[in-house]
């Protein structure tokens, strides 16, 4: 299930953590992703999405977000301005599987909204496609 809002501060992790720790007290197996996390620090902090998101669940990895990148604007302009290599779809698609593969429930929080660019030619509903998820 992806977790997805009209833009970043609109309550997208609350109401992931909050349904996590819910499953999590139903006894699932929940796993709690934040694929890209922008604007953070060098070192993951307490504060960050991806880190509130692994703690809502017990989980032991991933413990932060995916990928992270410091620049506080969507994830493609992110990562051109940090001079790293383009998300790549099937690269994506691929490590959610991995992370994911023992679980019941996998939430996936995006970075931004529903058409937030991940990368200048696939966005956020393309990437709930892929996965066959439903999208709250």
Same mark, same amino acid.
């Given at each position: 299930?992806?977790?997805?809002?009209?833009?970043?501060?609109?309550?997208?992790?609350?109401?992931?953590?909050?349904?996590?720790?819910? +499953?999590v007290?139903?006894?699932?197996?929940?796993?709690?992703?934040?694929?890209?996390?922008?604007?953070?620090?060098?070192?993951?902090?307490?504060?960050? !999405?991806? #880190?509130?998101?692994?703690?809502?669940?017990?989980?032991?990895?991933?413990?932060?977000? %995916?990928?992270?990148?410091?620049?506080? #604007?969507?994830?493609?302009?992110?990562?051109? +301005? $940090?001079?790293? !290599?383009? %998300?790549?779809?099937?690269?994506? #698609?691929?490590?959610? $599987?991995?992370?994911?593969?023992?679980?019941?429930?996998? %939430?996936?929080?995006?970075?931004?909204?529903l %058409?937030?660019? &991940?990368?200048? !030619?696939?966005n #956020?509903?393309?990437?709930? $496609?892929?996965?066959?998820?439903?999208? &709250?």
């Amino acid at each position: 299930m992806f977790v997805t809002g009209t833009d970043s501060g609109v309550g997208k992790t609350w109401v992931g953590c909050a349904i996590a720790r819910a +499953l999590v007290q139903r006894n699932h197996r929940v796993m709690a992703i934040k694929v890209v996390e922008t604007g953070t620090d060098l070192n993951p902090s307490a504060g960050e !999405d991806g #880190v509130q998101l692994a703690a809502a669940t017990g989980q032991r990895a991933p413990l932060q977000a %995916l990928y992270r990148f410091r620049a506080p #604007v969507t994830p493609a302009v992110a990562a051109e +301005l $940090e001079g790293a !290599d383009k %998300l790549d779809f099937d690269t994506v #698609v691929s490590e959610i $599987e991995r992370v994911a593969r023992d679980t019941e429930i996998t %939430l996936v929080e995006t970075a931004g909204g529903l %058409l937030a660019p &991940l990368a200048w !030619d696939w966005n #956020v509903v393309d990437l709930a $496609e892929a996965l066959g998820a439903s999208v &709250l």
